[in-house]
């Protein structure tokens, strides 16, 4: 199994982006899907996750009310939708994924398949 991701790229305090993140085999309702991030000189963090079959999302605090979740399960795609981007979101961005449920979803260790990072740029 691999992941897909797109999108990303050099943008504005204030502005919106769209990650996206495809599962290249089975259903992605099947899969926990969660979106880390990783500054230079930080560790590897969490930022949401939308559970097995889509039941519920999750999201730190200083994310909450500006970036959503949402599952394509036709087209096999979970997209990260970024809005009222900061500074302090520039990272790189990475989709994990893994079979069935997790309890645990924002351990970076829960997750068995990884995409390979998109870069987000936040200027001020």
């Known amino acids: 199994v691999q992941i897909l991701q797109s999108g990303g790229g050099s943008l504005e305090t204030g502005s919106s982006v769209t990650l996206s993140c495809a599962v290249s085999?089975?259903?992605?309702?099947?899969?926990?899907v969660a979106w880390f991030r990783q500054a230079p000189g930080k560790e590897r963090e969490f930022v949401c996750s939308?559970?097995?079959?889509?039941?519920?999302?999750n999201y730190i605090d200083s994310v909450k009310e500006r970036f959503t979740l949402a599952r394509d399960n036709f087209k096999n795609v979970v997209y990260l939708e970024m809005k009222s981007l900061k500074p302090e979101d520039t990272a790189v961005y990475y989709c994990?994924?893994?079979?069935?449920?997790?309890?645990?979803?924002?351990?970076?260790?829960?997750?068995?398949?990884w995409g390979q990072g998109t870069q987000v740029t936040v200027s001020s």
């Open positions: 939308t559970r097995w079959g889509g039941a519920s999302t």
């Open positions: 994990a994924a893994t079979l069935g449920p997790l309890e645990d979803d924002i351990a970076v260790d829960r997750y068995d398949v």
């Open positions: 085999e089975g259903s992605i309702a099947s899969y926990t």
